[in-house]
């Protein structure tokens, strides 16, 4: 009663006085059909209301909803969001239904932002392993005569996040409606776009006149291109009066672009644009016709200076990937590097004259193949798993690329670190290594009594990374080496008890920097324990992160089997066949058949 009444003499004496009061944000619902205030999902709003609240967070579920213009006054930079409700994050428990909340919300018509501090996030949905699908918004702008822009932001607006939505227009219909995936206007942003799925619009995927913009995770397909209206990737500039002012502080990162016609891919009149990480790439069904100023590239008598091309890959484009020859921008040559890019089966100039400085590339299957890099390379092999179905892990390592370019490029799409093993590999994606483990015991396995007479050898070979260095180094490792050679069983007799117990380190040998064997002595019980199973045991061989030199755990395949073997009665002998069935003979050499 006490606190109580403290309490309310507090709150008498701020309504009185006027102090200040610090703002409480709310959660309001909005699901298709309904008819409440928006206080609880079985009160919930039917669209987004006008006007929206500074500092709210609106969540929408399932269902199709109208296109919208947030106009709402700025205070301070208290933002508006819009989230698709999910399974895992619905706000209020009141009235929520899973199933209205693990679909997609559709949005009819465009996303205008007027006003600055706004986030649309569809939660879930793009990026590895779900580019085109799950995602939890939809903007629709399919129909025949649908123009503008499927998000779009005025001039002068800054601070829009915009994420986790497919963008679909229109398609090829060799008609002129300006139609643009993304547009923002001139300003200063800063503005973020993550995790889009951008396509079949009817001009370019993102028109762009603002400075300090960053695109990641973008996965971008089909666009149109027509005589009167040239299209591209991205067409980023400031003023329509060539040379005059650039486009500053632009970032894309972490993206895959499937389509590229018209002027090409990303094109830019910039002064600062760094674009790492990416694919570029031709799949069954994509079109790469024209990249007429090159798939990263600029226009003639337009800025181009300070762009930095680090680690991306160019997959069987067959247009030129970077500053199509005849390309002459203004500043052209001020802080334009390429490095550690990855062209397979697609040109490349740097501009003719070259505006860009370039090194540490590697070339397959390119022409023409520059031969003045004191670092580039070439390989007869394609690295990738399979890219058509959009897995673009690495099944080698490339050369080393160059290290030295820096922290802000030293992650790839999937999250890896770059520098792993021995090498920071050109193109987007950073090669994970592995270790193939082979020898007298591995693949087939071996019996109980094999590793009971010894001899047997394990040797483990890595990919993509080395053993530390041989001496001290790595003989200060050994023992951790055997720890890592695990059985999932726990017999008394068996692999951990016995084997791994009692193994000397000396059975483990460097050969040299990529493989090491370990050599079985006998575990008869003279001198080391016998060794002795009721049950196979599954072996793994785990290489601890201390003995490689980078750093990063390896597990070792395949597993291998230890079989066993049945204990003869006395005066009997057990013979195992090459297939491992037991034959039991009695003293005389006779086997017993029942």
Known sequence: MVIFLKRL?????????GLPLVAISANHYIIEGGSGDGSAWNNALDDLPTPLIRGDTYYIGDGTYAGYTFDDAVSGTDIITVKKSTVADHGTETGYVSTDHDGQAIFDGNMYFQTSYHTLDGVVGGGVGSWTSGYGFY?????????????????????????HIELEGHGDDAANYTQDGVYTGAGDG?????????????????????????????YTGKFESVSTQHSQIASMWVNITKGVDAVENTVFRYSVFTWAEGTGGLTGEWDGADIYGNIFVNLSGSEFSSSSNGLIGGWTD????????????????????????????????????????????????????????????????????????????????????????????????????DATIGATYNTDMYGETRGQGTTWDRGAIEYIGGAAASGTIIPGGCTESEIVSGGRTIVVTLSGDEWVADGATFEAQRQNIINGVDSGGEEAGGWDAVVKAELAVTAVVRTNATTVTITLPDFD????????????????????????????????TPTFQISAELAAPENLSIVYDATGLAMVYDANGIAITN
């Open 139 to 163: 903007v629709d702008q399919t129909g025949e005569t649908d123009t503008g822009s499927c998000l779009s932001i005025s001039a002068g607006v800054t601070n829009i996040i915009a994420k």
């Open 302 to 401: 337009r800025i181009w200076k300070n762009v930095r091309i680090y680690n991306n890959s160019f997959i069987n484009c067959g247009v030129w990937a970077i500053v199509r020859p005849g390309i002459v921008t203004v500043q052209g040559d001020a802080g334009n590097i390429a490095k550690n890019n990855l062209f397979i089966n697609t040109p490349v100039e740097y501009g003719t004259p070259a505006i860009v400085t370039y090194d540490y590339n590697e070339y397959i299957a390119t022409t023409p193949d520059p031969n003045d890099e004191a670092n580039g390379s070439t390989s007869p092999v394609w690295p990738y798993t399979d890219y058509e179905n959009l897995d673009f892990t690495m099944t080698r390592a490339t050369e080393t690329g």
């Open 190 to 218: 800063p503005h973020t776009f993550s995790y889009l799925y951008i396509h079949d619009m009817g001009r370019t995927i993102i028109y762009s006149r603002s400075h300090n913009t960053t695109w990641e995770y973008l």
């Open 9 to 17: 003499i507090i709150s008498i004496f701020i309504f009185i006085f």
């Open 525 to 556: 019980g003279d001198p080391n324990t016998a060794y002795a199973i009721t049950a196979n045991e599954t072996v793994t061989v785990t290489i601890p992160a201390t003995a490689v030199v980078g750093a990063v755990e390896i597990v070792a």
